[in-house]
């Protein structure tokens, strides 16, 4: 009898254990819905200034998950649409991952998007974005090092003469606690806020 | 000719249509709404779905509106550049919501950018745009809630 209860209690165990590695594996092969890049890129440390004109390098959100994207204040189309994504993207999170995590927005429009403008525009999405502006030389920088591509145009029709928009790529960049740029998400992926809450949740689970 | 947005009215008003009323726009204006910007930011945008009841196409040529100088048509467009996606905005000098079909104005997607504001609306708020369509000059004006994101 005590040899039976030895021989299922050590097959359970055995078992157990199996199901706890087998397990293990399928975490680690569990797919993001990010994009993520084979083996991760460096991220550059982006020297800018944050919205209530301090200098800022990305560098100093080291530890924390970073959501970057690029746009201008004078959108009131495509960008407003995926800070409000993130914003309930973040409001998703567990209370503890929030704090682990930032929402980065960089503009490309060097000429109207002062650190105060940049003040003002972030306020509404729940205080919890930073908003980065630079010079021209500063923001060409920054968006060479993540593959951003923007364009000043000229804006065709009445009111003042020097109306212009600026046509720029649309993605977010995840760079994970350990300063490396390992994913991104394109413009029409932005939307799901609930899918990238858990790809937050992941990211920051694995080291 | 103005007609109103509360579907009453317009139900009314085509009870009593008569020849004189023929060319009238039979469009309804589904959930609208106008995007509240900080006060350093000059333009705005609105957004819709346009319901076009009547058996000829209808152009959305630009508005009206008291808050701004100007309202105009406009298309978000996507390209393919140096790898990667770009989007933008272009004016168009109209959009068109089909004969007994619907255009939807969106973010990403078409919409009226509200330029020039003259004040700025805050959330909560309420802005009337008096909506431009041809053939015709027919006029449809809507009171639209102004809001951060889509209510």
Known sequence: MKKFVWLISGSLLLAGAAMLWLGRNEEKKQSYYAHKFPSAKEAYNLKLTDQDGKPFQLEQLRGKLVLLTFGFTHCPNICPTILGNLAAMYRELPPAAQARTQVVFISVDPERDTPKVMKDYVLPFDGHVIGLSGSAAQI????????VVYERVKQAGGGAG????????????????????????????????ERIAKDVQHFLASD | ?????????????????????????????????????????????????????????????????????????MTTTRE?????????????????????????????????????????????????????????????AVELPVSLTKP
């Open chain 1, 140 to 147: 060409k920088e920054a968006a060479k090092a993540y593959g």
């Open chain 2, 80 to 140: 393919m550049k140096d790898g990667v996606q770009v989007m933008g905005m272009k004016r168009v000098n109209r959009l068109v919501v089909p004969a007994h079909g619907r255009l939807v104005l969106a973010p990403g997607g078409d919409h009226l950018m509200i330029m020039s504001l003259k004040t700025h609306p805050k959330p909560g708020d309420k802005v009337t745009l008096t909506l431009r369509f041809d053939p015709g000059k027919e006029e449809v």
């Open chain 2, 1 to 73: 000719m103005k007609t109103y947005q509360s579907g009453s009215v317009i139900a009314l008003l085509l009870f009593c249509s008569n020849a004189l009323f023929a060319q009238e726009a039979r469009v309804q204006v589904e959930n609208g709404w106008i995007r509240a910007v900080p006060a350093s930011l000059t333009d705005s945008a609105a957004f819709m779905t346009l319901v076009n009841n009547g058996d000829h196409d209808l152009r959305l040529t630009g508005a009206e509106t008291k808050v701004a100088a100007m309202v105009m048509p």
């Open chain 1, 162 to 193: 020097d109306q212009y928009t600026i046509n720029h790529s649309a993605y977010l960049y995840v760079i994970d606690q350990h300063g490396r740029w390992v994913a991104l998400y394109d413009y029409d992926q932005i939307a799901n806020s």
